[in-house]
C-alpha cells in the first residue's frame, strides 16, 4: 500500500495515511513522504500513536535530528534523547509547570507564529509533532503558507524585500512577552541570519519569511525593520493562506519549516497538554 493523501485546503495541507510510521521506513515510503511534504508543506498523521523510539527512527530517515534550543535549557530532564522536546505545560514529574517561570513562558511563545529554530545557523528542515496528552478545549495548532503568502504579495512589497537579510534571536519573542534575560544569557545566543525571500531547495518555490524571530533587518533602522516584518506577517497569516489543526491523541503532524509558520492556541494552563517534537536539519 502507499501513501495515501486527502488535501485539507487549496494545495496546503493534507491528511496521510497508508504508511506505518512506526515501521522502519522504505526508501519507496520516504520519497512518497517527500514528494507529499513538497507539494501539501504540512501532512497529518491520524492515529499514528508513536512510541518516542519510533518517533527517532522516522525522523532520522528526513535528515540529522535538531538539538533544540528547549532541551538545552531544559538541562537533566526530559527525554533521554536530546532531540525529542516536550512541548509541553508539565514538569517530568508530572506538576504543571509554574504560572511565572521562564519554561513556561518558553512554551507560551510557541504561541506566535513562528518557523522552529530560525534563530539556529542550521535550516530546520521538517518537524515532526505527536500528541500525548491533550486539554479539554483549545491548544490547536495553525499553520501558514508561505508560498502563497509570497505569491500574492503586492509588487512593490516584492521589489522591497528582494535582497533583505533579518536577523534571528532565541530570545526576541520571548522578551517580547515580558521574559527577562541577562545581557551575558544574550550574548551567549548568537542570532542567525536569513534572507526575507528563501527558496524551498527541492520545489524552487519562493517563499516570503518574517517569523517572530526576527529582531533587525541588516540595512534598516529598527523601527522600519519591525514594522515591515509585521506586515508581511499579517500578510503572510491571512485566513485564505491558514488551517487550523484539532489535535486528537495520537496524532502525528509533520510540517516543513522552509515553507511554513505555526503557531499554538491558548489553552487552559492548568490542564496537561503534553505532545513530543523531533526537528530534522537540512543538509
Ligand atoms: C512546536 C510548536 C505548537 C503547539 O512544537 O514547535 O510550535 O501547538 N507547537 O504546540
Ligand atoms: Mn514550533
Redesign the pocket.
Known sequence: MGIKLKPITNGFGAYASGINLSDKLSKKATDEIEAGMDRYAVLVWRESDISDDALVNLAERFGKLEISFLSKVRGKSGPDNKSL?P?SNVEDNGQILKRDGRRLGSQIA??FW?S?SSFMRSVAKY?F?SARILPNEG???EFADLRAAYETLPNDLKILIDGLVAEHHVFHSRMALGLIYTPEEIAASPPAYWPLVRIHPSTKRKVVFPPVHIRSINGMSDPEARLLVTELLEHSTQKCFCFTHKWEKGDLVIWDNRVTL????RYNLNEP?I?R?I?TMQP
Request: charged residues 30%; without cysteine; hydrophobic residues 20%.
Open positions: 522536546v512541548i510557541n504561541q513562528h522552529d518537524s509533532l491548544g490547536d495548532t505555526h503557531r499554538g492556541k497538554r505532545l517534537r526537528t
